[in-house]
């Protein structure tokens, strides 16, 4: 089982690895291999989010996201999208945005550099109304049942999500153009750029996620005449089917999989210029961890991890209210890749082990209520 999910992520960490060795040596063999285990620790959370959408999916969609998806996450976040923004922020054509990530090495760096407040603003808008949604739903299992409890009563306000994202966006914003007049830097003139890339991620996931919900919610009639169908099914003794999404709520779905990937890829990217500024070594060492992402998301959904530790999907939203959080932070101060990962690790780990509590007490409460019953049945006798 885990050969045949994990095959594919370690043939291209072997190729990835050798590609490494060619390219620059040992020296790139060991930075390829640390900017995979930052991608991995980064994107923990992502895999635990997307395994929550893709389980809905049916086989096909499932097989697109793995293929195609993977493409896109690989190749269009980890080598083009760094290229695509030093072309929009230093107004060059691609191939001259390629030729300088290749030669100018410290002045692509620089470009990106420059560009990272509308891209953090973009991504942690994005990320933030995912955990506002999900902290704000009433949910019948709930991990931190004090904090829990009190939001989902806050979250039947309308829009209150939409409200909460635009005043951090606003304060983020006006503390960032404060803080580069105060010390004079280039980014003085930007506020007003992270003010507009930040709706512009708030538009996006509204767009996108409005547009999942709306086809998802049009299924749910068709789930309800499938189950129907299923009952009357299991009556004539037929074997039932479970139904997934399909057709254009699975694309719907897909789309929104593929922007949160990408939200999730921005600070994998932005973290890879503290270590390196070679664009092929980023992409090798990104790339590898974004195919053990994919991977620890089918494993996820195969196993059905997700419905045995019911607090994971929990702790990985908090996490990405972190995550957003110390993006939305790194608009104007610089923060540690290594404290961006600790969080996410700290945070599923505690709910994998709040999990695993959980089941040991359900366990012992069964077992209990199973002697009571045996003492019962022998009393009877």
Not at 114 to 120: E, L, Y
């Amino acid at each position: 089982m885990v050969l045949k999910t994990f095959g594919w992520s370690f043939a291209v960490t072997a190729l990835g690895l050798v590609a490494a060795v060619l390219y620059g040596g040992w020296t790139a063999f060991g930075i390829v291999a640390i900017l995979s285990i930052l991608e991995i620790s980064l994107s923990f959370d992502n895999a635990v989010v997307n395994a929550g959408i893709l389980k809905k999916m049916n086989a096909f969609w499932q097989k697109i996201f793995l293929t195609i998806g993977i493409l896109i996450a690989v190749f269009g976040m980890r080598l083009v999208f760094p290229v695509v923004i030093v072309a929009i922020s230093a107004q060059l054509g691609p191939i001259e945005a390629v030729d300088l990530a290749l030669t100018d090495k410290d002045r692509y760096q620089e470009l990106v550099t420059d560009a990272h407040p509308s891209i953090a603003a973009f991504g942690g808008m994005f990320l933030l109304m995912i955990f506002l949604d999900f902290i704000f739903e009433d949910r019948d299992i709930k991990w931190l049942g004090w904090l829990e409890r009190p939001l989902a009563k806050l979250g039947k306000v309308d829009m209150l999500s939409v409200c909460i994202a635009l005043i951090v966006l606003l304060i983020s914003s006006i503390t960032f153009g404060a803080h580069a007049h105060q010390h004079g830097g280039t980014h003085a003139d930007k506020a007003e750029t992270v003010l507009l890339a930040g709706i512009a991620g708030l538009i996006t996931y509204m767009i996108v996620g409005g547009l999942s919900s709306y086809f998802e919610d049009k299924l749910e009639e068709e789930e309800e005449r499938e189950h129907e169908a299923e009952e009357k099914a299991e009556r004539e003794g037929k074997p039932k089917s479970a139904v997934k999404l399909a057709g254009k709520a699975a694309f719907f779905m897909f789309l929104y999989l593929e922007v949160l990937d990408a939200s999730f890829s921005f600070d994998g990217v932005i973290g890879a210029f503290a270590i390196t500024n070679d664009i092929v070594l980023m992409a090798l060492g990104l790339g590898i961890g974004a195919m053990y992402v994919r991977s620890l998301t089918v494993y996820l959904v195969r196993q059905g991890t997700l419905d045995d530790y019911v607090y994971l999907e929990h702790g990985a939203h908090y996490a990405i209210g972190a995550l957003a959080m110390i993006l939305l932070v790194t608009i104007q101060y610089e923060i540690n890749e290594i404290i961006t990962g600790l969080i996410g690790v700290v945070l599923i780990g505690a709910s994998f082990w709040s999990s695993v509590r959980r089941n040991k007490r359900l366990a012992a409460a069964e077992g209990n209520a199973g002697s009571d019953d045996k003492t019962e049945v022998s009393s009877g006798v």
